[in-house]
């Protein structure tokens, strides 16, 4: 007989079954950094699994980011993982030599490695989901880090719950709450130092910001900010929708052959051509910025002929009848005046 759940683990299983997060049978891979909210994730997911039949595992990455430090986080994993009688997968990174030869931030090149192995672990031993440890603080940290960048309307989503293999189950939960578990069930958890400065844009934001406007704005924040990431996410569902019916209705408007037809973008509005042209280019692997798009859509008001650089490969010319995606120097993609 499964022991008794309590006031939490039975709102997490209710959160796991209503937005089918995980189902039965299936198996489970928790990222777990050995931190409070993986470790309460982790205790959390072997507590509801006799109910669910599902199956846990654990996986851990050491960035070697803080010498000593990052060894010990990755001993604790591995023990925790051993007493709950769960098989854990290690992965070292060199992370600062990665940021330098990928010339991208430490954070940024953390994230890649991370769910770059979460994948290779799901292609090797087949897990159907990899939980992470994102509660609502995170949540609102990510729409603000957003917001403070320049982000349109569907980057207020903020984190998503359930997003191809990887899933969050404690996105709804307070940080409070997580904390109250772990007392309550006396879990051992490791505290990373570089969390506790205001250096990184994202610290600054949870230490310093957040605090700032509930203190002015008691209980208000949070809740906010997570009315705006499900109605952004309610409003991401509609476009896709939306412009999936628009490629298909309109023939000009599929980017085949690298080219998108002027005349029924310019039937549209400033806002559809921005969504369309952000898809066009996400298709070349770029994320475009406000500034990127609003040139594009400038462009269209001028005349053929022009052309736009969007990076040091990548250009785009109103050629004919056409708007045509490329890369510069390669002329076989310049496929003829219409």
Request: proline share 3%.
């Amino acid at each position: 007989m499964p022991r008794e759940l309590n006031n939490i683990e039975r709102k997490f299983l209710e959160q796991l079954i209503v937005r089918k997060l995980v189902l039965t049978g299936e198996h489970v891979l928790a990222a777990v950094s050995g931190g409070p909210d993986s470790m309460a994730l982790l205790h959390l997911l072997c507590a509801v699994r006799p109910v669910l039949h599902c199956r846990v595992s654990v996986a851990h990455c050491n960035f070697q980011l803080r010498g000593q430090s990052s060894l010990l986080d990755e001993e604790h994993v591995r023990r925790e993982a051993e007493k709950l009688g769960l098989t854990c997968h290690v992965q070292h990174f060199d992370t600062r030599k990665d940021a330098d030869e990928w010339k991208r931030s430490i954070e940024e090149t953390a994230r890649i490695e991370r769910y770059g192995y979460f994948h290779e672990l799901i292609e090797q031993h087949g897990f159907d989901k990899i939980a992470t440890g994102h509660h609502v603080s995170d949540n609102a940290e990510t729409i603000l880090f957003n917001l403070f960048r320049g982000t349109s309307i569907p980057g207020l989503r903020g984190i998503r719950a359930f997003h191809g293999h990887i899933i969050r189950p404690l996105l709804l939960m307070q940080k409070a709450d997580i904390l109250g578990y772990i007392v309550e069930k006396k879990i051992d958890y490791r505290t990373d130092a570089s969390n506790l400065g205001i250096e990184p844009d994202r610290n600054f934001i949870r230490h310093k910001v957040i605090p700032l406007i509930e203190e002015r704005f008691e209980n208000k924040l949070l809740p906010s900010l997570q009315r705006i990431s499900d109605q952004a996410a309610e409003l991401e569902e509609f476009l896709e929708l939306h412009f999936e019916r628009l490629a298909q209705d309109d023939e000009g408007l599929v980017l085949t052959d690298h080219r998108l037809l002027v005349s029924s973008l310019l039937r549209l509005t400033v806002f559809e051509r921005k969504e369309l042209l952000k898809r066009a280019l996400q298709d070349y692997g770029r994320e475009p910025s406000s500034r990127i798009l609003q040139q594009l859509v400038d462009l269209l008001e001028t005349q053929p002929g022009r052309r736009i650089d969007l990076s040091a490969e990548l250009e785009v010319a109103w050629k004919g009848k056409y708007l045509i995606f490329g890369r510069k120097g390669n002329r076989e993609w310049v496929i003829g005046n219409g």
